[in-house]
């Protein structure tokens, strides 16, 4: 039941911009996204929690597509602090339990 | 605000020993959450506590086993040790459970098992 994220590993230059995608097999209820930098805990970034919902926060913004069992995570002008690797994690509509997708790894060089 | 609190950040064991990992919130979180962290893997839940009194398997159980103490603590335990065990372990807590809450994560335990 753990989302598939695509791609695994980006490196971008400062002011590019990413896309990381999730996806499940099964109908989700819910979808979260967090940051982990290196040697650090995982944090939050944002939960969807309705199919189509959009949600941004500061240049990271993030969509819900409830008919494809999708999330995609958008970094717009990324900058060297978005360095680091990006899980989704899902809640499907069946269960209460949370499963973390592999993670991407993002980095950022000036 | 200390959060999600885990001791130790570091160990080592050796094969069949065995040793407790220790996770404290003070948020009044209901939920708390034990992960396993492997290169490649991801992030993947062994148990987790809905709320204080019960305990579930989460992913990969095997060879774990935990306590929900009170609801500030939820401590993980591994009764004897295998080198597939070394790891990463991260304790986290949420609100009221994972659906529309986010987790708030402690430091993690490095543990190694040789």
């Known amino acids: 039941q753990q989302p598939v994220q695509s791609p695994q590993a980006v490196i971008l230059r400062e002011g590019e911009d990413a896309v990381i995608n999730c996806s499940s097999s099964?109908?989700?209820?819910?979808v979260h996204w967090y940051r982990q930098k290196h040697g650090e805990a995982p944090v939050f970034l944002m939960i969807l929690l309705k199919g189509g919902e959009q949600k941004g926060h500061d240049k990271i913004s993030a969509s819900f597509n409830e008919k494809k069992q999708q999330s995609s995570l958008y970094l717009t002008a990324s900058q060297l602090s978005y360095s680091g690797t990006y899980f989704c994690?899902?809640?499907?509509?069946?269960?209460?339990?949370?499963?973390f997708g592999t993670g991407t790894s993002l980095t950022v060089i000036p | 605000n200390a959060g999600v609190t885990q001791t130790p950040k570091f160990q080592v064991l050796k094969t069949g020993q065995s040793m407790t990992l220790q996770c404290a919130q003070d948020m009044n979180h209901n939920s708390m959450y034990w992960y396993r962290q492997d290169p490649g893997m991801g992030l993947r839940l062994i148990y987790y506590s809905a709320s204080e009194g019960t305990t579930d398997k989460g992913e990969v159980p095997n060879g774990y086993n935990v306590s929900r103490l009170n609801k500030r603590e939820f401590s993980l335990r591994l009764e004897s040790a295998a080198p597939s065990q070394t790891s990463v372990y991260f304790c986290?807590?949420?609100?009221?459970?994972?659906?529309?809450?986010?987790?708030?994560f402690g430091q993690g335990t490095r543990l190694t098992v040789v």
């Open positions: 099964k109908a989700l209820y819910s």
């Open positions: 994690g899902t809640v499907t509509n069946t269960g209460n339990q949370f499963y």
């Open positions: 986290a807590s949420s609100e009221i459970g994972y659906s529309n809450t986010e987790a708030f």
